[in-house]
């Protein structure tokens, strides 16, 4: 009797081989994207800043330098730029008091339900404006109308002024409301969100209003 001849599309050896070498291949593919990952979202240090290096997520030091937002002609979107040291709270913060200022932010973005409300980072509720970059909108900056507004003459505090009486202050049809934030609370969550204005987002969130002329041309996105 011949042999029959059978398709390797038939063959279960084969089929078991491939499966065994595309898991081995996937779970190696997974170790490297995991370790590549680590290194891409792990914190700078402050000697990373003072020697112009940049990193993805700055350190908590940054909020003692200018941070400004332009067009990378190369990734086809915006981008954080660390520019010069300037004081912030009229004063350069170590990096112990840097890391702890903004742990305090963080603890109150999460006592107060930000995300509620607002998105940071891409996660979090549409029904208040995106805060991944409000750092950095002119509405903030110096001599614009939120520092006229509040009577503050650098942006931290104008900020921490709003944050703490934001019924004094409509800026918006959806009023924010007062969440009893205290001096210290609002300092930490101005430092917060310096900190992550600092962060290379890919040009998240787009179409944001960063720059003077965009703002005199189609307003701002944030608070």
């Not at 200018?66 to 912030?88: A, C, L, T, W």
């Amino acid at each position: 009797m011949a042999k029959e001849n059978l398709s390797v599309w038939t063959s279960i050896p084969f089929w078991r081989r491939s499966a065994a070498w595309v898991t081995g291949f996937a779970v190696i593919l997974l170790i490297w994207l995991t370790f590549d990952t680590m290194g891409q979202i792990s914190m700078g240090t402050d000697e990373d800043l003072k020697n112009g290096v940049d990193k993805r997520v700055p350190a908590a030091t940054v909020i003692n330098y200018n941070i400004d937002y332009q067009m990378s002609k190369k990734r086809g979107h915006e981008v954080p730029v660390i520019g010069k040291k300037e004081p912030f709270f009229g004063k350069e913060w170590s990096g112990e008091e840097a890391a702890a200022l903004l742990h305090l932010g963080k603890l109150t973005s999460q006592a107060k339900n930000c995300m509620n409300c607002h998105t940071l980072l891409g996660n979090g509720a549409y029904y208040a404006p995106d805060l991944t970059k409000a750092w950095i909108d002119p509405m903030w900056k110096d001599g614009g109308p939120m520092q006229g507004m509040t009577g503050k003459s650098t942006k931290e505090e104008a900020m921490a002024e709003f944050l703490m009486n934001p019924s004094q202050y409509p800026t918006h049809a959806r009023m924010m409301p007062n969440l009893g934030i205290t001096a210290d609370e609002a300092k930490g969550l101005v430092a917060f969100l310096k900190h992550m204005s600092s962060i290379d987002t890919n040009g998240f969130p787009r179409n944001f209003s960063k720059t003077v002329e965009q703002f005199k041309a189609g307003g701002t996105n944030a608070h």
